[in-house]
T-cell receptor, first 112, second 111 residues
Framework: DVKVTQSSRYLVKRTGEKVFLECVQD?????MFWYRQDPGLGLRLIYFSYDVKMKEKGDIPEGYSVSREKKERFSLILESASTNQTSMYLC???????????FGPGTRLTVT | QKEVEQNSGPLSVPEGAIASLNCTYSDRGSQSFFWYRQYSGKSPELIMFIYSNGDKEDGRFTAQLNKASQYVSLLIRDSQPSDSATYLC???????????FGKGTTLSVSS
C-alpha cells in the first residue's frame, strides 16, 4: 500500500521564523512534489523533484526552498515565514511524472 | 497557461442517484487524466485514472474520456452520503512533466 507521511498535521509559527516541513514516501518513487492549497485557489505547485538533489520550481516558488538529500525524503523550507504563507501544505509522490500522484495527509500551517 | 476547468458546484443529488462531474482541459496534448476525492480537511485521494478514449469502470465509479472534445467526466452511481466531498480533476501537460489540477467540484449527497 502506498504511503506518504508528513512530519506534522498542524503547525503554528511566528512571522520571521524558519519553518521546515518534511515528507517521506516508502514507494521508491522518483518524483516528489510540494503544493499549497487555499480556498478558491485550488492546488498550486511550489516545487518538485525528479531525482535526489534535483529540484525544479513550480508555479509559486517565491519564499520557499526545498531539499532532497535522499530519495524517500523531500523537505520544504520557509526561510522567513510570513502570514501569507498560512495554508494547507500537501506533499505528493509519483513513480513517473505522468503517472498518478499520491498525497500525504497535509500540514496545516498557521503563521501569526 | 494550460487550464483545467471544473464547475465549483455545489452539485446536490439525492441518495441513490447518479452524480455526474465534468472537467474540460485546454492542453490538446494531454495524455493522462485523474480523478481525486477530497474530504473537508483531508488530502486528495486518487479514485480513478484513465488514459484512453471511452469509459473505464471501477465499482460505482465510471470515468469517461473524450480527447477530441477535451473533456473528462466522472459518474458516481448509487450515490451515498459518504460520497459528499470535493472532486478534483487532474490532467498531465503535453510534455507529461506535471499534473494540472482543477479547482474541484463539491458534491453533496442528501439522504
Amino acid at each position: 500500500d502506498v504511503k506518504v507521511t508528513q512530519s506534522s498535521r498542524y503547525l503554528v509559527k511566528r512571522t520571521g521564523e524558519k519553518v521546515f516541513l518534511e515528507c517521506v514516501q516508502d514507494m521508491d518513487h522518483e518524483n516528489m512534489f510540494w503544493y499549497r492549497q487555499d480556498p478558491g485557489l485550488g492546488l498550486r505547485l511550489i516545487y518538485f523533484s525528479y531525482d535526489v538533489k534535483m529540484k525544479e520550481k513550480g508555479d509559486i516558488p517565491e519564499g520557499y526552498s526545498v531539499s532532497r538529500e535522499k530519495k524517500e525524503r523531500f523537505s520544504l523550507i520557509l526561510e522567513s515565514a510570513s502570514t501569507n504563507q498560512t495554508s494547507m501544505y500537501l506533499c505528493a509522490s509519483s513513480l513517473t511524472r505522468e503517472r498518478e500522484q499520491y498525497f500525504g495527509p497535509g500540514t496545516r500551517l498557521t503563521v501569526t | 497557461q494550460k487550464e483545467v476547468e471544473q464547475n465549483s458546484g455545489p452539485l446536490s443529488v439525492p441518495e441513490g442517484a447518479i452524480a455526474s462531474l465534468n472537467c474540460t482541459y485546454s492542453d490538446r496534448g494531454s495524455q493522462s487524466f485523474f480523478w481525486y476525492r477530497q474530504y473537508s480537511g483531508k488530502s486528495p485521494e486518487l479514485i480513478m485514472f484513465i488514459y484512453s478514449n471511452g469509459d473505464k469502470e471501477d465499482g460505482r465509479f465510471t470515468a469517461q474520456l473524450n480527447k477530441a472534445s477535451q473533456y473528462v467526466s466522472l459518474l458516481i452511481r448509487d450515490s451515498q452520503p459518504s460520497d459528499s466531498a470535493t472532486y478534483l480533476c487532474a490532467v498531465t501537460n503535453q510534455a507529461g512533466t506535471a499534473l494540472i489540477f482543477g479547482k474541484g467540484t463539491t458534491l453533496s449527497v442528501s439522504s
